[in-house]
Protein backbone atom coordinates (compact mmCIF):
# COMPACT_ATOMS: atom_id res chain seq x y z
CA UNK A 1 0.00 0.00 0.00
CA UNK A 2 1.40 3.14 -0.86
CA UNK A 3 2.14 5.88 1.74
CA UNK A 4 -0.46 8.72 2.25
CA UNK A 5 1.62 12.04 0.82
CA UNK A 6 2.26 14.66 3.44
CA UNK A 7 3.81 18.68 3.64
CA UNK A 8 5.77 19.02 6.67
CA UNK A 9 4.79 20.79 9.57
CA UNK A 10 4.51 24.50 9.58
CA UNK A 11 3.78 24.95 5.68
CA UNK A 12 0.33 24.56 3.87
CA UNK A 13 -0.92 24.57 0.38
CA UNK A 14 -3.29 27.06 -1.27
CA UNK A 15 -6.59 26.05 -3.28
CA UNK A 16 -7.65 28.13 -6.22
CA UNK A 17 -10.27 30.22 -3.70
CA UNK A 18 -7.61 30.69 -1.03
CA UNK A 19 -5.03 31.88 -3.74
CA UNK A 20 -7.40 34.13 -4.70
CA UNK A 21 -7.85 36.09 -1.47
CA UNK A 22 -3.55 35.98 -0.66
CA UNK A 23 -3.68 37.70 -3.97
CA UNK A 24 -6.04 40.07 -2.97
CA UNK A 25 -3.54 40.39 0.09
CA UNK A 26 -0.48 40.48 -2.01
CA UNK A 27 -2.26 43.31 -4.58
CA UNK A 28 -3.52 45.78 -1.70
CA UNK A 29 0.00 45.79 0.22
CA UNK A 30 1.29 46.22 -3.23
CA UNK A 31 -0.94 48.68 -4.36
CA UNK A 32 0.13 51.12 -1.06
CA UNK A 33 3.67 50.45 -1.51
CA UNK A 34 3.60 51.91 -5.12
CA UNK A 35 1.12 55.00 -3.54
CA UNK A 36 4.27 55.64 -1.46
CA UNK A 37 6.98 55.41 -4.01
CA UNK A 38 8.40 52.26 -3.41
CA UNK A 39 10.29 50.28 -5.64
CA UNK A 40 10.37 45.90 -6.40
CA UNK A 41 13.47 44.18 -5.99
CA UNK A 42 13.76 39.95 -5.43
CA UNK A 43 16.61 38.13 -3.91
CA UNK A 44 17.49 34.60 -3.75
CA UNK A 45 15.51 32.14 -1.71
CA UNK A 46 19.05 30.68 0.18
CA UNK A 47 21.96 33.12 1.32
CA UNK A 48 25.55 32.31 2.15
CA UNK A 49 25.21 31.47 5.88
CA UNK A 50 27.96 33.79 6.31
CA UNK A 51 25.01 36.56 5.43
CA UNK A 52 22.55 35.47 7.41
CA UNK A 53 24.31 34.44 10.99
CA UNK A 54 24.82 36.59 13.61
CA UNK A 55 21.97 39.08 12.18
CA UNK A 56 19.26 37.68 14.76
CA UNK A 57 20.55 36.63 17.88
CA UNK A 58 21.46 33.76 19.08
CA UNK A 59 17.70 32.28 19.05
CA UNK A 60 17.15 33.56 15.63
CA UNK A 61 20.17 31.92 14.34
CA UNK A 62 19.15 28.74 15.94
CA UNK A 63 15.74 28.94 14.15
CA UNK A 64 18.16 29.08 10.60
CA UNK A 65 17.32 26.51 8.26
CA UNK A 66 20.66 24.99 6.76
CA UNK A 67 21.20 23.75 3.76
CA UNK A 68 23.15 20.80 3.17
CA UNK A 69 26.27 20.99 1.05
CA UNK A 70 26.00 18.74 -2.14
CA UNK A 71 28.36 16.08 -3.08
CA UNK A 72 30.81 14.75 -0.21
CA UNK A 73 29.65 17.42 2.48
CA UNK A 74 31.82 14.80 5.33
CA UNK A 75 35.00 15.42 3.31
CA UNK A 76 36.49 18.17 6.12
CA UNK A 77 34.75 16.63 8.90
CA UNK A 78 37.17 14.67 11.31
CA UNK A 79 36.11 11.46 13.09
CA UNK A 80 36.65 13.15 16.27
CA UNK A 81 33.91 15.84 15.17
CA UNK A 82 31.70 12.76 13.90
CA UNK A 83 31.53 11.42 16.78
CA UNK A 84 31.11 14.60 19.32
CA UNK A 85 27.82 14.87 17.95
CA UNK A 86 27.49 18.26 18.47
CA UNK A 87 25.07 19.76 15.75
CA UNK A 88 26.22 23.26 15.81
CA UNK A 89 29.62 22.70 14.85
CA UNK A 90 28.51 19.70 12.24
CA UNK A 91 26.14 22.08 10.58
CA UNK A 92 28.94 25.19 10.18
CA UNK A 93 31.07 21.69 8.42
CA UNK A 94 28.06 20.20 6.27
CA UNK A 95 26.09 23.85 5.06
CA UNK A 96 27.47 26.85 3.95
CA UNK A 97 24.27 28.23 2.72
CA UNK A 98 21.00 28.61 4.72
CA UNK A 99 17.07 29.63 3.38
CA UNK A 100 16.29 33.62 4.40
CA UNK A 101 15.23 33.89 7.72
CA UNK A 102 13.84 37.50 6.76
CA UNK A 103 13.82 40.00 3.73
CA UNK A 104 16.17 42.36 6.08
CA UNK A 105 19.48 41.35 6.33
CA UNK A 106 19.32 39.90 2.53
CA UNK A 107 18.40 43.36 1.55
CA UNK A 108 21.39 44.89 3.46
CA UNK A 109 23.45 42.31 1.45
CA UNK A 110 21.82 43.49 -1.88
CA UNK A 111 22.10 47.35 -0.97
CA UNK A 112 26.05 46.93 -0.40
CA UNK A 113 25.97 44.68 -3.70
CA UNK A 114 24.47 47.32 -5.67
CA UNK A 115 25.35 50.27 -4.21
CA UNK A 116 27.04 51.75 -7.58
CA UNK A 117 23.59 51.16 -9.19
CA UNK A 118 21.53 52.96 -6.33
CA UNK A 119 20.15 56.19 -6.12
CA UNK A 120 19.95 57.13 -2.46
CA UNK A 121 17.50 57.58 -0.44
CA UNK A 122 16.43 53.73 -1.76
CA UNK A 123 12.76 52.90 -1.22
CA UNK A 124 12.46 49.01 -1.89
CA UNK A 125 10.18 46.54 -1.36
CA UNK A 126 9.50 42.73 -1.33
CA UNK A 127 6.65 40.63 -1.29
CA UNK A 128 8.60 37.06 -1.09
CA UNK A 129 8.89 33.76 1.42
CA UNK A 130 10.66 33.22 4.54
CA UNK A 131 11.77 30.32 6.25
CA UNK A 132 11.69 29.31 10.16
CA UNK A 133 12.53 26.50 11.76
CA UNK A 134 10.23 27.28 14.55
CA UNK A 135 7.49 25.22 16.50
CA UNK A 136 4.48 25.22 14.13
CA UNK A 137 1.17 26.47 16.11
CA UNK A 138 -1.53 28.91 15.40
CA UNK A 139 -0.26 31.43 13.45
CA UNK A 140 3.38 30.79 14.08
CA UNK A 141 4.27 28.88 10.41
CA UNK A 142 7.78 27.46 9.19
CA UNK A 143 7.56 28.95 5.51
CA UNK A 144 5.50 31.95 5.19
CA UNK A 145 5.15 35.41 3.33
CA UNK A 146 6.88 38.70 4.23
CA UNK A 147 5.80 42.31 2.29
CA UNK A 148 8.65 43.96 3.24
CA UNK A 149 8.89 48.09 2.69
CA UNK A 150 12.72 50.10 3.53
CA UNK A 151 14.20 53.08 3.46
CA UNK A 152 17.48 53.58 3.23
CA UNK A 153 20.27 56.03 2.97
CA UNK A 154 18.15 58.79 4.90
CA UNK A 155 18.20 59.67 8.94
CA UNK A 156 15.33 61.36 8.98
CA UNK A 157 12.47 60.75 10.74
CA UNK A 158 9.56 61.52 8.04
CA UNK A 159 10.52 58.08 7.05
CA UNK A 160 9.09 57.11 10.36
CA UNK A 161 6.26 58.46 9.71
CA UNK A 162 5.23 57.59 6.21
CA UNK A 163 5.55 53.94 7.06
CA UNK A 164 3.49 54.34 9.77
CA UNK A 165 1.27 55.66 7.81
CA UNK A 166 1.54 52.96 5.24
CA UNK A 167 0.05 50.48 8.51
CA UNK A 168 -2.49 52.57 8.78
CA UNK A 169 -3.85 52.78 5.09
CA UNK A 170 -3.11 49.18 4.47
CA UNK A 171 -5.13 47.95 7.51
CA UNK A 172 -7.93 50.74 6.50
CA UNK A 173 -8.07 49.51 3.33
CA UNK A 174 -9.08 45.50 4.42
CA UNK A 175 -11.13 46.27 7.35
CA UNK A 176 -9.02 45.47 10.27
CA UNK A 177 -9.17 47.59 13.23
CA UNK A 178 -5.66 47.43 14.69
CA UNK A 179 -3.44 49.19 17.15
CA UNK A 180 -0.06 50.44 15.81
CA UNK A 181 2.35 50.09 18.89
CA UNK A 182 5.78 51.73 19.07
CA UNK A 183 8.96 52.38 21.21
CA UNK A 184 12.31 52.82 20.46
CA UNK A 185 15.42 50.86 21.01
CA UNK A 186 17.29 53.75 22.06
CA UNK A 187 14.53 53.87 25.46
CA UNK A 188 15.23 50.42 26.23
CA UNK A 189 19.12 51.13 26.35
CA UNK A 190 18.10 54.16 28.36
CA UNK A 191 16.42 52.18 30.89
CA UNK A 192 18.95 49.30 30.81
CA UNK A 193 21.54 52.21 31.57
CA UNK A 194 19.15 53.80 34.63
CA UNK A 195 18.71 50.46 36.33
CA UNK A 196 22.19 49.90 36.24
CA UNK A 197 22.11 46.70 33.53
CA UNK A 198 23.25 48.83 29.94
CA UNK A 199 25.69 45.91 28.90
CA UNK A 200 22.66 43.24 29.26
CA UNK A 201 20.14 45.69 26.85
CA UNK A 202 19.85 41.93 24.69
CA UNK A 203 18.94 39.83 27.63
CA UNK A 204 16.70 42.31 28.48
CA UNK A 205 14.79 43.21 25.36
CA UNK A 206 14.79 39.35 24.38
CA UNK A 207 13.34 39.01 28.01
CA UNK A 208 10.74 41.44 27.79
CA UNK A 209 9.39 40.81 23.88
CA UNK A 210 8.22 37.59 25.22
CA UNK A 211 5.94 39.12 27.61
CA UNK A 212 2.57 39.47 26.03
CA UNK A 213 3.19 35.42 25.85
CA UNK A 214 4.48 34.41 28.50
CA UNK A 215 3.85 36.78 31.27
CA UNK A 216 5.53 39.25 33.53
CA UNK A 217 6.90 36.40 36.05
CA UNK A 218 8.29 34.36 33.11
CA UNK A 219 10.22 37.46 31.92
CA UNK A 220 11.45 38.31 35.61
CA UNK A 221 12.53 34.62 35.44
CA UNK A 222 14.76 34.74 32.52
CA UNK A 223 16.11 38.11 33.28
CA UNK A 224 17.22 36.65 36.74
CA UNK A 225 18.52 33.87 34.88
CA UNK A 226 20.91 35.51 32.76
CA UNK A 227 22.35 37.30 35.55
CA UNK A 228 20.07 40.40 36.04
CA UNK A 229 20.05 41.53 39.61
CA UNK A 230 16.87 41.03 42.23
CA UNK A 231 16.93 45.69 42.23
CA UNK A 232 17.81 46.13 38.21
CA UNK A 233 14.54 43.72 37.75
CA UNK A 234 12.56 45.46 40.72
CA UNK A 235 13.29 49.09 39.24
CA UNK A 236 12.47 47.76 35.74
CA UNK A 237 8.80 46.56 36.28
CA UNK A 238 7.53 50.23 37.20
CA UNK A 239 9.03 51.47 33.88
CA UNK A 240 7.92 48.91 31.65
CA UNK A 241 4.47 48.75 33.48
CA UNK A 242 3.64 53.24 32.72
CA UNK A 243 0.33 53.37 32.55
CA UNK A 244 -1.40 56.70 30.70
CA UNK A 245 -1.70 58.08 26.68
CA UNK A 246 1.16 58.79 25.27
CA UNK A 247 1.96 62.11 26.52
CA UNK A 248 1.92 61.18 30.13
CA UNK A 249 4.63 57.95 29.09
CA UNK A 250 6.75 60.14 27.55
CA UNK A 251 6.78 63.26 29.83
CA UNK A 252 7.36 60.40 32.97
CA UNK A 253 10.09 59.18 30.84
CA UNK A 254 11.64 62.34 30.68
CA UNK A 255 12.16 62.67 34.35
CA UNK A 256 13.24 58.80 34.83
CA UNK A 257 15.94 59.31 31.91
CA UNK A 258 16.84 62.39 32.24
CA UNK A 259 20.39 61.50 33.23
CA UNK A 260 21.04 58.93 29.76
CA UNK A 261 21.96 61.11 26.92
CA UNK A 262 21.05 57.68 24.84
CA UNK A 263 17.48 56.99 26.57
CA UNK A 264 16.12 60.89 26.66
CA UNK A 265 17.50 61.43 22.49
CA UNK A 266 14.88 57.97 21.84
CA UNK A 267 11.98 60.34 23.94
CA UNK A 268 12.76 63.07 21.74
CA UNK A 269 12.44 60.69 19.03
CA UNK A 270 9.19 59.61 19.58
CA UNK A 271 8.18 63.12 20.95
CA UNK A 272 8.88 64.02 16.95
CA UNK A 273 7.36 60.91 14.94
CA UNK A 274 3.90 60.78 17.52
CA UNK A 275 3.55 64.85 16.90
CA UNK A 276 4.00 64.51 13.50
CA UNK A 277 1.21 61.83 13.18
CA UNK A 278 -1.09 63.51 15.58
CA UNK A 279 -1.81 66.71 13.07
CA UNK A 280 -2.08 63.62 10.27
CA UNK A 281 -5.66 61.90 9.54
CA UNK A 282 -5.06 58.45 11.26
CA UNK A 283 -7.73 55.68 11.08
CA UNK A 284 -6.57 53.73 13.97
CA UNK A 285 -4.37 54.12 17.10
CA UNK A 286 -1.08 54.58 17.41
CA UNK A 287 0.20 53.66 20.91
CA UNK A 288 3.53 53.92 22.59
CA UNK A 289 4.09 50.65 24.56
CA UNK A 290 7.48 49.96 26.32
CA UNK A 291 6.92 46.10 26.45
CA UNK A 292 7.69 46.05 22.92
CA UNK A 293 11.23 45.18 22.44
CA UNK A 294 11.42 43.43 18.96
CA UNK A 295 14.27 41.07 20.40
CA UNK A 296 15.80 41.44 16.59
CA UNK A 297 19.55 42.85 17.38
CA UNK A 298 19.56 44.95 14.40
CA UNK A 299 16.90 47.64 15.40
CA UNK A 300 18.58 51.17 16.97
CA UNK A 301 16.01 53.38 17.04
CA UNK A 302 12.07 53.30 16.37
CA UNK A 303 10.24 50.20 16.52
CA UNK A 304 6.87 49.06 15.20
CA UNK A 305 4.14 46.12 15.93
CA UNK A 306 1.14 46.02 14.80
CA UNK A 307 -1.99 43.56 16.90
CA UNK A 308 -5.36 42.93 15.26
CA UNK A 309 -8.11 44.20 17.78
CA UNK A 310 -11.50 42.02 16.97
CA UNK A 311 -9.44 38.65 16.41
CA UNK A 312 -6.96 36.33 18.66
CA UNK A 313 -3.38 36.48 16.59
CA UNK A 314 0.06 37.94 17.41
CA UNK A 315 1.34 40.56 15.61
CA UNK A 316 0.69 41.10 11.85
CA UNK A 317 2.95 43.64 11.27
CA UNK A 318 6.54 45.42 12.69
CA UNK A 319 9.40 46.72 11.64
CA UNK A 320 11.77 49.52 12.93
CA UNK A 321 15.09 51.39 12.09
CA UNK A 322 18.68 49.79 11.93
CA UNK A 323 21.40 52.18 11.68
CA UNK A 324 24.23 49.80 11.54
CA UNK A 325 22.92 46.36 9.50
CA UNK A 326 24.99 47.08 6.24
CA UNK A 327 27.89 48.17 8.70
CA UNK A 328 28.29 44.56 8.75
CA UNK A 329 28.66 44.19 5.11
CA UNK A 330 31.78 46.93 4.79
CA UNK A 331 29.13 49.43 4.40
CA UNK A 332 29.10 51.84 7.14
CA UNK A 333 27.03 55.34 8.08
CA UNK A 334 23.75 53.61 6.27
CA UNK A 335 20.47 54.31 8.22
CA UNK A 336 17.79 52.02 7.12
CA UNK A 337 14.19 51.89 8.62
CA UNK A 338 11.48 49.63 7.50
CA UNK A 339 8.61 47.33 7.96
CA UNK A 340 6.88 43.89 7.25
CA UNK A 341 3.71 42.89 6.85
CA UNK A 342 3.07 39.51 7.98
CA UNK A 343 0.79 38.29 4.54
CA UNK A 344 -0.09 34.76 6.44
CA UNK A 345 -1.09 36.21 9.69
CA UNK A 346 -3.18 38.98 7.91
CA UNK A 347 -5.02 36.16 5.72
CA UNK A 348 -5.86 34.44 8.88
CA UNK A 349 -7.35 37.25 10.30
CA UNK A 350 -9.03 38.25 7.33
CA UNK A 351 -10.92 34.70 6.99
CA UNK A 352 -11.62 34.70 10.74
CA UNK A 353 -13.31 38.39 10.42
CA UNK A 354 -14.92 37.35 7.26
CA UNK A 355 -13.50 40.62 5.88
CA UNK A 356 -12.74 39.86 2.32
CA UNK A 357 -14.87 41.85 -0.39
CA UNK A 358 -17.84 39.52 -2.14
CA UNK A 359 -15.75 40.11 -5.60
CA UNK A 360 -12.61 38.42 -4.44
CA UNK A 361 -14.33 34.90 -3.93
CA UNK A 362 -14.39 34.44 -7.61
CA UNK A 363 -12.15 34.98 -10.66
CA UNK A 364 -14.42 34.24 -13.62
CA UNK A 365 -17.27 36.24 -13.85
CA UNK A 366 -19.05 34.32 -16.61
CA UNK A 367 -19.26 30.74 -18.00
CA UNK A 368 -20.43 29.66 -21.44
CA UNK A 369 -22.19 26.59 -21.78
CA UNK A 370 -21.50 24.38 -24.21
CA UNK A 371 -24.29 22.86 -26.46
CA UNK A 372 -21.62 21.60 -29.74
CA UNK A 373 -19.62 23.18 -32.38
CA UNK A 374 -21.76 26.04 -33.78
CA UNK A 375 -22.18 27.31 -30.18
CA UNK A 376 -19.09 26.86 -28.73
CA UNK A 377 -17.45 28.85 -31.81
CA UNK A 378 -19.96 31.77 -31.21
CA UNK A 379 -18.88 31.71 -27.76
CA UNK A 380 -15.16 31.49 -28.04
CA UNK A 381 -15.67 35.09 -30.76
CA UNK A 382 -18.13 36.50 -27.62
CA UNK A 383 -15.23 35.94 -24.60
CA UNK A 384 -12.88 37.31 -27.08
CA UNK A 385 -14.80 40.53 -26.69
CA UNK A 386 -15.34 40.45 -23.03
CA UNK A 387 -11.90 39.99 -22.40
CA UNK A 388 -10.68 42.80 -24.05
CA UNK A 389 -13.65 44.56 -22.36
CA UNK A 390 -12.00 43.64 -18.76
CA UNK A 391 -14.57 40.51 -17.62
CA UNK A 392 -12.98 37.44 -17.37
CA UNK A 393 -14.83 34.28 -19.01
CA UNK A 394 -14.77 30.55 -19.35
CA UNK A 395 -16.63 28.08 -21.86
CA UNK A 396 -17.00 24.62 -20.31
CA UNK A 397 -14.69 22.87 -22.77
CA UNK A 398 -17.06 19.74 -23.11
CA UNK A 399 -20.54 19.29 -24.39
CA UNK A 400 -21.95 17.89 -21.10
CA UNK A 401 -25.33 17.70 -19.66
CA UNK A 402 -26.47 21.27 -18.61
CA UNK A 403 -27.03 19.76 -15.13
CA UNK A 404 -23.54 19.30 -15.02
CA UNK A 405 -22.23 22.45 -16.23
CA UNK A 406 -24.47 24.37 -14.08
CA UNK A 407 -22.97 22.33 -11.07
CA UNK A 408 -19.30 23.84 -12.26
CA UNK A 409 -20.51 27.31 -12.41
CA UNK A 410 -22.29 26.95 -8.58
CA UNK A 411 -18.43 24.98 -7.46
CA UNK A 412 -16.50 27.98 -8.76
CA UNK A 413 -19.11 30.41 -7.57
CA UNK A 414 -19.17 31.77 -11.44
CA UNK A 415 -22.20 34.76 -10.96
CA UNK A 416 -23.29 34.40 -14.55
CA UNK A 417 -23.81 32.07 -17.01
CA UNK A 418 -24.26 32.82 -20.60
CA UNK A 419 -26.74 29.76 -22.59
CA UNK A 420 -26.32 30.31 -26.54
CA UNK A 421 -28.33 27.09 -28.10
CA UNK A 422 -29.99 27.64 -31.44
CA UNK A 423 -32.47 30.22 -30.61
CA UNK A 424 -29.64 32.93 -29.45
CA UNK A 425 -27.33 31.76 -32.12
CA UNK A 426 -29.76 32.42 -34.71
CA UNK A 427 -30.09 36.26 -33.19
CA UNK A 428 -26.98 36.55 -32.71
CA UNK A 429 -27.46 36.82 -28.56
CA UNK A 430 -26.38 35.41 -25.45
CA UNK A 431 -29.27 34.70 -22.70
CA UNK A 432 -27.62 35.50 -19.53
CA UNK A 433 -28.50 33.88 -15.95
CA UNK A 434 -27.74 35.54 -12.84
CA UNK A 435 -26.79 32.73 -11.05
CA UNK A 436 -27.50 34.32 -7.41
CA UNK A 437 -31.49 35.77 -8.19
CA UNK A 438 -32.04 33.16 -10.95
CA UNK A 439 -33.05 35.98 -13.80
CA UNK A 440 -32.36 35.60 -17.20
CA UNK A 441 -32.35 38.07 -19.72
CA UNK A 442 -31.55 38.21 -23.61
CA UNK A 443 -28.63 40.03 -24.72
CA UNK A 444 -25.90 41.42 -27.57
CA UNK A 445 -22.35 41.23 -26.43
CA UNK A 446 -22.35 44.75 -26.09
CA UNK A 447 -25.19 44.17 -23.27
CA UNK A 448 -23.73 41.48 -21.59
CA UNK A 449 -20.56 43.24 -20.66
CA UNK A 450 -22.15 46.16 -19.68
CA UNK A 451 -24.34 44.50 -17.57
CA UNK A 452 -21.51 42.48 -16.12
CA UNK A 453 -19.30 44.98 -15.62
CA UNK A 454 -21.88 47.10 -13.45
CA UNK A 455 -23.11 44.29 -11.54
CA UNK A 456 -19.45 43.30 -10.72
CA UNK A 457 -17.81 47.02 -9.44
Not at 55 to 65: I, R, T
Not at 259 to 283: A, W
Request: hydrophobic fraction near 40%; proline fraction near 3%; glycine fraction near 8%.
Amino acid sequence: MATKPSIPKGTRDFSPVEMVKRNYIFNTIRGVFHQFGFQQIETPSMENLSTLMGKYGEEGDKLLFKIQNSGDFCHDVTDEELLSRNPLKLANKFCEKGLRYDLTVPFARYVVMHRDELTLPFKRYQIQPVWRADRPQKGRYREFYQCDADVVGSDSLLNEVELMQMLDVVFSQFGIRVAIKMNNRKILSGIAEIIGEADRIVDITVAIDKLDKIGLDNVNAELAEKGVTPDAIAKLQPIIMLQGDNAEKLEALSRILAESEVGMKGVTECQYILGVLGRLTMNNVVELDLTLARGLNYYTGAIFEVKALDAQMGSISGGGRYDNLTGVFGMGGLSGVGISFGADRIYDVLNQLDLYPAEVSNTTKVLFVNFGENESMFALTAMRQLRQGGVSAEIYPDCAKMKRQMSYANAKNIPFVAIVGEDELEQGKVMLKDMTTGEQQLLTVDEVLAHILQNIR
